[in-house]
């Protein structure tokens, strides 16, 4: 670092006394001073200060680089006490407007050549622009006579600017240069209160990325930990949902998907398959579980019942309405209102639907005033509402609103495997009911269960079975006599049946009879797709529909082989 030698030295007239031992050691005691400073504002103040004790200035600045090392800000100061005042001045360009370097601004050159500048008065010195500094006094009401500026270097790096105005020499009092035996000792200073404030940024730096890797780890962790308890919340089955069979696992899946929003549902399959248990699963996987789950069927009231149920009415509305009553619009809010069978919904009502559905508007019976609430809507239907569509019976617009997220809920025939569980969940809640220990099934009464087809799904099979555990003796088993009659003397049954006895016959048409059972069963449960069945069974798609043909193994409603066969002869 050397002094600016554009300028000429000042010849003091007085030696001035000053002991060079002192001002190391004042030095010394002000480098160990800084280095136990955790907090930049107050160590640069503490630079200032000690800069101006040790030039006895009138005031004094640290103007530190910004990232881009294309402006100096003034970072702390103190002119005679003042250390507060305008900021707007407080920056310094490092590049004039062709974006040269900026050398005639006095900061500007000792930040690009990382050099002193030490001048006795800023307005007889040729060669720079002072006019930063004059901006700068008049905003805080002061004027600069001497200049001396001591870059802030670190390493290989300037960092910023220690800048002393109006040195005043102890003995005399006038303002003028540094004196050359303090230059070095400043400039040592400088280098020392570089370092220290190098040091005291990265520490606040490193500080300040703890705190926002804390809180960003904070927030993952509660991200992390909501969405873990959204998902544990989707994948538990509620008590009481038997089934996991693959083509119930499937809509579980599906549920579990569209529970965490708000999109409605629209729930359909054969009746009695557990669609309203699922709208009941949808709710309680949902963010809305802790609301009300409100049900109507809408093919249990004549319309103008159902309007005024679900929407509410006004008093005088009709005959009757005594007083306002809300509808169940407004008890679902914030929470899931279910409309079962909405095939039937009446045409009329299918208007103030889709308004509920879009908007949230609900517009009671007799009121032309309309409400809002925030309710999910999960449909259900049996009914095939694209053919009441073409019929004109149910709105297209509608359909389309609903259909957003369809979910079929397989038929019990598709999943024949749930059948066993299901079979045992509700010998037991029956035999509970009147107060008896779950009565056993004969492997013939199972095998019947299995083989039906049940038009009414798991309504019907819950139906046989209290019927079952009602005709029982208590302690007997449960066996054919006890199920329907429809179902022992079973129309399209299987081509082989599983027996408690082993058939007669040799090993391999025995275990043919197994294998013909086994095979059927896969089908069933996949809808009879030969390439999923295939999977399952991990044979290829051509072993099963070589075997198919061989046990003529059919799907219900199709012509068999020897059916076509006689067709053709
Ligand atoms: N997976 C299941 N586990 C246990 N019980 C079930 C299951 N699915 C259905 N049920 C029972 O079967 C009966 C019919 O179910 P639910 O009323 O939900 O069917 P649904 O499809 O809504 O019928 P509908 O179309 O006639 O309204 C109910 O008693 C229900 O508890």
Redesign the pocket.
């Known amino acids: 670092m050397a002094l600016d030698q554009r300028l000429p030295r000042e010849e003091r007239s007085k030696v001035v006394k000053m002991s060079n031992r002192t001002i190391y050691e004042d030095l010394m005691d002000l480098t160990i001073a800084l280095s136990s400073e955790r907090r930049i504002e107050t160590l640069m103040a503490r630079v200032v200060e000690a800069a101006m004790r040790l030039s006895n200035a009138e005031g004094a600045a640290i103007f530190t680089l910004d990232r881009l090392a294309r402006h100096l800000h003034r970072v702390s100061f103190n002119y005679r006490g003042l250390t507060e005042g305008s900021q707007s001045e407080a920056r310094i360009a490092i590049y004039g407007k062709s974006l040269q370097l900026n050398l005639q601004e006095p900061a500007a050159f000792a930040v690009s050549t990382a050099t002193a500048v030490n001048l006795a008065d800023i307005n007889s010195a040729a060669g720079y622009d002072f006019s930063n500094i004059r901006q700068m006094d008049k905003a805080i009401g002061f004027q600069t006579s001497s200049l001396v500026i001591a870059p802030l270097i670190h390493g290989d790096q300037t960092i910023g600017i220690l800048q002393l105005v109006n040195v005043r020499d102890k003995v005399t009092g006038t303002v003028g240069a540094l004196p050359d035996f303090l230059l070095r000792p400043l400039q040592s200073f400088a280098a020392h209160a570089a370092v220290a404030i190098w040091n005291t940024r990265l520490l606040e730096e490193n500080q300040r990325l703890i705190r926002q890797l804390g809180r960003q780890n904070e927030e993952l962790l509660q991200e992390n930990s909501r969405l873990l308890n959204k998902v544990a919340r989707k994948v538990v089955k509620p008590k009481?949902?038997?089934?996991d069979s693959p083509p119930?696992e499937r809509a579980y899946g599906l549920i579990a998907r569209a529970a965490c929003s708000a999109v409605p549902i629209l729930l359909r399959?054969?009746?009695?398959?557990?669609?309203?248990?699922?709208a009941n699963f949808i709710h309680s996987s949902s963010e809305r579980s802790g609301k009300p789950f409100v049900a109507q069927n809408c093919a249990a009231l004549p319309e103008s019942l159902l309007e005024s149920e679900l929407f509410g009415y006004v008093k005088g509305a009709f005959t009757g309405a005594v007083a306002n009553k809300s509808g169940l619009a407004h008890e679902a809010h914030q929470g899931t209102l279910f409309l079962?069978?909405i095939g039937d919904m009446p045409l009329s009502l299918q208007a103030k639907v889709l308004r509920l559905l879009q908007e949230g508007e609900v517009r009671r019976v007799g009121s032309t005033k309309a409400e809002y609430v925030d309710v999910r809507i999960v449909a259900?239907t049996?009914a095939n509402l694209e053919e009441k569509i073409e019929r004109g019976e149910f709105r297209k617009d509608l359909f389309y609103r609903l259909n957003v997220f369809p979910i079929v809920?397989p038929p019990l025939r598709e999943r024949p495997s749930?059948i066993p569980k299901?079979v045992n969940?509700f010998l037991a809640i029956a035999a509970g009911n009147i107060g008896r220990q779950a009565p056993q099934l004969s492997a013939e009464a199972l095998d019947s269960l299995m083989c039906w087809s049940y038009p009414g799904?798991?309504?019907e099979l819950?139906n046989i079975l209290e019927r079952a555990v009602l005709l029982v003796d208590d302690g007997q088993q449960i066996g054919r006599s006890h199920l329907p009659a429809e179902l022992t003397g079973m129309s399209g049954k299987p081509a082989v049946e599983m027996s408690s006895t082993i058939p007669d016959g040799d090993l391999k048409s025995i275990v043919g009879q197994y294998e013909a059972l086994v095979i059927e069963a896969k089908l069933r449960e996949v809808n009879w797709n030969q390439s999923r069945a295939a999977r399952n069974l991990n044979v290829s798609r051509r072993t099963i529909v070589e075997k198919l043909q061989r046990y003529d193994i059919r799907r219900p409603g199709s012509v068999s082989r020897i059916d076509l066969e006689s067709i053709e002869s």
């Open positions: 009481g949902i038997v089934g119930i399959g054969e009746t009695g398959t557990g669609k309203e248990m699922m079962d069978e259900a049996n809920v749930d299901l969940h799904n798991v309504r819950r």
